[in-house]
Every structure is written in structure tokens, then in C-alpha cells.
């Protein structure tokens, strides 16, 4: 059975400073590997996606970059933070077919607070 | 460009009563449609997928059917259960092999005993 998990599960980190958070799938190999935005009581943002290791496509721009290195693992990072920035962080991945008109699952997410 | 719009921000019912969401969408091409449901503190899991080739859905009870006409995808469910309290978010995928996807602001519903 496929898992999905990310890391680290809650995060409060201070304005101006770095950030990176990440996602490993097992037990499918060559997912697209896709992290969303989530605002507190709003939409899913669609922020990067990957169909390959090495290729990241940015949806976009939010002062956050994204990286794949390695079939399994998907980063999303910062090296600063803005308020702007809190939200919920959701990695998701579907299979390698039809584009994204295959299912996607999602994590459990990770929660960031920046003050 | 593609667009999903959800006015209802809020539900709110009682036990059996029934269940209306309604979903529009915009978009140049035959897209792939999703609805999925948001849990507190969850990621969102899948309840409904539908394409041009079913253009309608049947899942744990909630139905969703797809109209080319009016552009509309609508959740329904004739019967809801506390259970079912969740954010639900409207999806769209375009038809053009991409991997973009464009969620709706999503409707809370709240059920109550």
C-alpha cells in the first residue's frame, strides 16, 4: 500500500527566516508529486508540480522554491519567510497517467506559523 | 483562464435532511472534475471523479453529475449524517493533459444531530 508522509508536522518559525519542508512517498514508484497552499478556512492553492526527478514546475510564484531529488521526495523551501507564508502545506501525488486527471492524495500536511 | 466558483460558503442542516453544493466551472476545454472532501486537521481525500465519458458520479451516498450546458457540477446527497460535517471542495482538471488543478473556495457543511 502506497504511503505518504511529511515532515515536520507543525513548524513556528520567525520572519526573514529559512524553511524547508518535505514529502516522501513509498510504495509507488514514479509519482507526479504536486504541494498546495492552504490559507486557514480557505481554498487550496496549487503551488508546484513534478512528473519527474530533477523537474519542477512552478504554478505560482510565492517566494518558495520546490525541488524532486529523488523519485520518492518532494522539497519545498524558503530562504526567507514572510507573514504571508503561514498556512497549511499539503504534498499530494497521483499516478503517472493522464496528467492530473488522475486522483490525487494527499498527506496529513504540515501547519506553519510565522511570526 | 480556468476557473471553479462555490458561492455557498456555509451549510448548515440537520440529520437526513438534504444536501445541494453547488459548483461552476469555467474553462475552454472538456475537463476532468473532481469533488473532494477536507476533514479537520486532514489532507483532502477524493469522494467524486467524473469525465466527459460518465458525466456522473455516485459515491458513499453523494452523487455529483456533470452538465456541459450550464457548466455546473453539483453535490448532492439525500440523506446526511453528522458524519459528513467537512469542508468540500469542487475541482477541476483542464482537458489538456496538464497537471494543473483549480479548487473552488469550498463550502462548509455543518450537520447537526
Known amino acids: 500500500a502506497q504511503t505518504i508522509h511529511q515532515w515536520p508536522v507543525a513548524e513556528i518559525k520567525a520572519v526573514g527566516s529559512p524553511l524547508s519542508l518535505g514529502c516522501t512517498i513509498k510504495g509507488k514508484s514514479s509519482p507526479n508529486l504536486y504541494w498546495y497552499w492552504q490559507a486557514t478556512g480557505g481554498t487550496l492553492q496549487q503551488l508546484f508540480y513534478s512528473i519527474t526527478v530533477g523537474q519542477v514546475e512552478s504554478v505560482v510564484q510565492l517566494n518558495l522554491s520546490a525541488s524532486r531529488p529523488k523519485d520518492d521526495q518532494f522539497i519545498l523551501s524558503t530562504e526567507k519567510l514572510l507573514l504571508s507564508h503561514s498556512g497549511f502545506y499539503l504534498c499530494a501525488w497521483s499516478l503517472d497517467w493522464g496528467g492530473a486527471g488522475a486522483e490525487q492524495f494527499f498527506g496529513p500536511g504540515t501547519r506553519l506559523t510565522v511570526l | 483562464g480556468d476557473s471553479v466558483t462555490q458561492k455557498q460558503g456555509q451549510v448548515t442542516l440537520s440529520e437526513d435532511d438534504f444536501l445541494f453544493i453547488n459548483c461552476t466551472y469555467s474553462?475552454?476545454?472538456?475537463?476532468?472534475l473532481f469533488w473532494y472532501v477536507q476533514y479537520p486537521g486532514q489532507g483532502p481525500q477524493l469522494l467524486l471523479k467524473v469525465t466527459t465519458a460518465n458525466n456522473k458520479g455516485i459515491s458513499r451516498g453523494f452523487e455529483a453529475t456533470y452538465d456541459k450546458g450550464t457548466t455546473s457540477f453539483h453535490l448532492q446527497k439525500a440523506s446526511v449524517q453528522e458524519s459528513d460535517s467537512a469542508v468540500y471542495f469542487c475541482?477541476?482538471?483542464?482537458?489538456?493533459?496538464?497537471?494543473?488543478?483549480?479548487f473552488g473556495s469550498g463550502t462548509r457543511l455543518l450537520v447537526s444531530p
Open positions: 475541482a477541476l482538471v483542464p482537458g489538456t493533459g496538464g497537471y494543473k488543478v483549480v
Open positions: 474553462t475552454t476545454t472538456y475537463p476532468t
